[in-house]
């Protein structure tokens, strides 16, 4: 509440006669002299609205780099699928069947949930080598997005050669 300017000073000078010191002054809110613009804010409303606005934020962050986390090791696993089935393909004696199916069961056992969809091809190509593709998507935690993954792995077959 504020006291009208005759009022302030008598409180003035009645605190200074009694020996109290001066009286606090009220503050009526902003003034034009102190630059204000409007109703001074409440303390802790600056902040609320940078939790508002940084929180969402703060876990949109956090979801893509989970996201992210998950994309990778999909990566890192069709890779290591890759490599098994084209391992197993350019073995001695073995078949470019074998290849297919030891890739297909290296995702099994490894992380069925992690590459979902997955497509192996195992050819034969030109001088001897294997190749092995496996295609297929991550795990999704956004509804929507959907990242592919990929990866080729090529073994020279293995051979035995007489000497001489």
Known sequence: M?????????????????GRGPAPVLD????????GRGPRRMRGE???????????????AVLLAIQFALWSHAS??????????????????????AGTAAAYQFIATTGPSSLTTPHV??????????QV???????????????????????PVQQFRASG
Do not use: D
């Open 28 to 35: 009526a809110g902003p003034s034009k002299a102190r630059g």
């Open 76 to 97: 890192h696993l069709a890779r290591a699928a890759a490599e098994q089935g084209a391992s197993t393909a350019a073995a001695y004696g073995s078949t470019p069947a």
């Open 133 to 155: 593709t496996i295609s297929g998507r991550a795990q999704s935690l956004i509804p929507w997005l959907s990242l592919g993954v990929s990866s080729t792995s090529v073994e």
């Open 2 to 18: 504020s006291l009208p300017m005759i009022g302030r000073t008598a409180a003035r000078e009645r605190a200074a006669a009694s």
């Open 121 to 130: 091809t195992t050819t034969t190509g030109t001088g001897n080598t294997v």
């Open 46 to 60: 600056e902040g609320l609205a940078a939790f508002v606005v940084c929180i969402p934020a703060f876990f949109l």
